[in-house]
């Protein structure tokens, strides 16, 4: 906890301390002062605070878990005592700790205990990997999977079940497409769950078919759905370990929180325990998932901010307008060019998104909507003027979530009504190879526009959407940066025009996930009196060239002035 004196002294810059000297000078004694010593101070590092004020500085103190001090070495040094850890970094590189704006906690977790489908070249690799997890599995027992992707094999359609039913002819198995937007059954699951011809595609959803009607084990959005609901729950127990996994693998690689988007009210039960019993070494922005229960409950709370030592934010609620690009239910104005019949998925009303959003602004909540197509964002940016006007709040900060494909006449209504883009650099460059095909040339030049909402005033809140993309956050960031692939592909960036500065591409990784959840205060730069959040990295991120962005390290990750995560080549 925060004394009152540490208060005084650390938080306002030197020119307010000047300002109110007496106010101070009775509140302190000076005897008080000098024994105010750091509890840790990092020295010789190429530090980026991300504060404007000082941007780069060469050494850090830490007091209580905050940032005490942000400067030269001496000056640092000068706080030093007996009991001080000192850390010399050698010209190592810190940034301030950071958040990804959009990922999915619990399903990370899962994912990471669940057959991993990222990065296969081939359904035959797809089945393989199926068939090696399912050795040992009693028959009937489910197997499930996430993060094939048919765009990246040689034969792009959709797979269908028959090859997947033959290997695993006792199990039923379930795997999610790499965007969670589709998924693959195999017959033993599809049986389960009741699934035939007659089946009909349920409202928001759809079930590929061959041309004589019968379903080929591809579910695509709300249709899902009709397979997930008869998988057997996890245990709590289970979740509390996917969960402890998930914040261990985003603090390997250099995040101190995220905002989580999107669970349903037993996992923000589970988390809140879990904070409650210093459980939850991390920053969580948890969003509410679109659950009409659940909703109440938390309107009726009210909104939550820096629980438990500010390790839990439940302020915020997540819907859905539209399905992904990938499985082409993203919503277009026009249909897709790859699939003429085709216009998208509207996954809620636009009635619902309105009137979410109304009662949320009433009781104080922020509301972010995944969109990702032109019809998609038109119609939250719609829902939220609608609501705004209802209800006019000056500082709402309601997000949409990817906001990938944004008709031109729609870019300026996010600075005007203050709504956030919040996007996933690192979804451009996965969609890249294939986004033109859906899309047409016109439109992928409103796609993916950071450069053109940027110019508008907004700020951009960087993310991974994990599991859909790795956590590592340095993936958005090269995105950010260079609109390339990890091989550096194409030469030059795709669509470069749009791409983001370095210091956007940091602030989109700090300072703006903290101001997109209303933690700008106390979070995302390294502003004496802010949280001693940071991250060490074995290169500066800020000049390596693009194509080493990639290989950088991550050598120590602190939350609260304490390492969470530390490589053994710390100095
Ligand atoms: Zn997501």
Redesign the pocket.
């Known amino acids: 906890m925060l004394d009152p004196h540490f208060r005084y002294f650390t938080c306002y810059p030197p020119f307010m301390r000047r300002l109110v000297p007496f106010a101070l000078a009775l509140a302190v004694p000076l005897a008080a002062q000098s024994v105010r010593t750091a509890d840790l101070i990092v020295i010789n590092a190429r530090i980026y605070t991300v504060d404007d004020s000082r941007p780069v500085v060469s050494a850090l103190a830490v007091r209580d878990g905050r940032i005490a001090f942000a400067g030269s070495v001496r000056e640092a040094m000068a706080l030093r005592g007996a009991g001080t850890r000192v850390l010399d970094l050698k010209g190592r590189t810190i940034i301030p700790g950071m958040m990804d704006a959009?990922a999915?906690l619990l399903a990370l977790g899962k994912s990471l205990q669940t057959v991993n489908l990222v990065g296969t070249k081939s359904y035959e690799e797809v089945i393989a990997r199926v068939v090696e997890r399912s050795k040992g599995v009693a028959p009937g027992i489910w197997i499930t999977g996430r993060g094939w992707d048919q765009n990246q094999w040689g034969d792009t359609r959709f797979p269908t079940h028959e090859a997947l039913s033959r290997a695993l002819p006792n199990n039923p198995v379930y795997l999610e497409r790499v965007d969670?937007h589709a998924q693959l059954a195999n017959a033993a699951a599809m049986t389960a769950a009741g699934i035939m011809a007659v089946t009909k595609d349920p409202s928001g959803g759809r079930l590929e078919r061959t041309v004589s009607g019968e379903p080929t084990g591809v579910f695509v959005d709300n249709a899902m759905d009709l397979v997930r609901r008869v998988i057997p729950p996890t245990s709590r127990a289970e979740d509390r370990l996917a969960i402890r996994a998930a914040i261990a693998e985003s603090q390997r690689w250099g995040l101190v929180g995220l905002h989580d988007?999107g669970e349903s009210r037993p996992t923000i039960d589970l988390l809140e325990e879990m904070a409650r019993a210093g459980e939850l070494p991390f920053r969580l922005y948890v969003m509410i998932g679109d659950d009409s229960t659940a909703v109440a409950h938390y309107l009726a709370r009210g909104p939550q901010s820096a629980l438990y030592d500010s390790h839990l934010w439940i302020r915020a609620i997540k819907l859905f307008a539209d399905g992904a690009l990938g499985s082409r239910g993203a919503a277009l104005l026009e249909p897709y060019s790859d699939d003429p019949k085709n216009n998208g998925l509207l996954l809620s009303p636009p009635a619902h998104l309105q009137d979410v959003s109304t009662r949320a602004l009433r009781a104080g909540f922020q509301v972010n909507t995944?969109a990702i197509g032109d019809r998609g964002n038109r119609i939250v940016l719609d829902a939220y003027q609608a609501a705004l006007t209802a209800v006019p709040t000056a500082d709402h900060r309601f997000r949409i979530?990817h906001a990938q494909i944004i008709n031109h006449d729609d870019i300026p209504r996010f600075a005007n009504l203050g709504v956030i883009p919040s996007m996933q650099a690192v979804h451009q460059t996965s969609d890249m190879y294939w986004a033109g095909a859906r899309l047409g040339p016109t439109r992928l030049l409103d796609s993916y526009p950071w450069r053109s909402l940027l110019n508008t005033g907004v700020v951009i809140s960087n993310g991974s959407?994990a599991p859909?993309e790795s956590i590592n956050p340095l993936f958005s960031f090269h995105s950010a940066v260079s609109r390339q692939d990890a091989d550096n592909w194409p030469a030059g960036g795709w669509l470069p025009e749009q791409k983001m500065s370095r210091d956007e591409a940091l602030k989109s990784m700090t300072i703006w996930p903290a101001f997109a959840g209303f933690q700008e205060a106390t979070m995302g730069s390294l502003t004496p009196g802010k949280l001693a959040d940071f991250v060490v990295l074995d290169r500066d991120i800020m000049t390596v060239a693009d194509r080493d962005i990639l290989g950088t390290a991550v050598l120590a990750t602190y939350i609260g002035g304490k390492p969470v995560y530390e490589r053994a080549l710390m100095p």
């Open positions: 959009h999915h969670g988007a995944h979530e959407d859909v």
